[in-house]
């Protein structure tokens, strides 16, 4: 059988901005250095919501919770789903508010 390709795994130095963190646009993020382009994520109505990517990918850098140098893409994606849906917390405690309490963005 062919062996399995490796599975691509989440470092927290690749996550991490280098300066100032912004989005000030409904089509581009700027973290750090790096532009990052939302241009082809047609769901995308409002800024608040580019905002929202920008401060959940803040969250990933900030948190051991999530990105430990061991878990790989999908299971970092998996893991911020689970505590975004919120399934039993209470109101204050789901969606984005779960996020932002842990790191204040």
Do not use: W
Not at 25 to 47: A, H, K, P, W
Not at 74 to 94: H, N
């Amino acid at each position: 059988f062919p062996k399995a390709p490796p599975c691509r795994v989440l470092l927290k130095e690749g996550l991490a901005a280098d300066f100032k963190v912004s989005a000030k646009s409904l089509r581009c993020i700027s973290y750090g250095n790096t532009e990052i382009e939302l241009t082809y994520v047609e769901q995308l109505v409002e800024i608040g919501q580019a905002k929202a990517i920008m401060d959940g990918l803040q969250h990933l850098a900030a948190s051991p919770k999530y990105v430990d140098g061991s878990r790989t893409l999908v299971d970092v994606v998996e893991a911020l789903e689970k505590t975004l849906s919120g399934e039993g917390k209470p109101i204050g405690e789901q969606g984005l508010d779960s996020i932002s309490r842990e790191c204040p963005c």
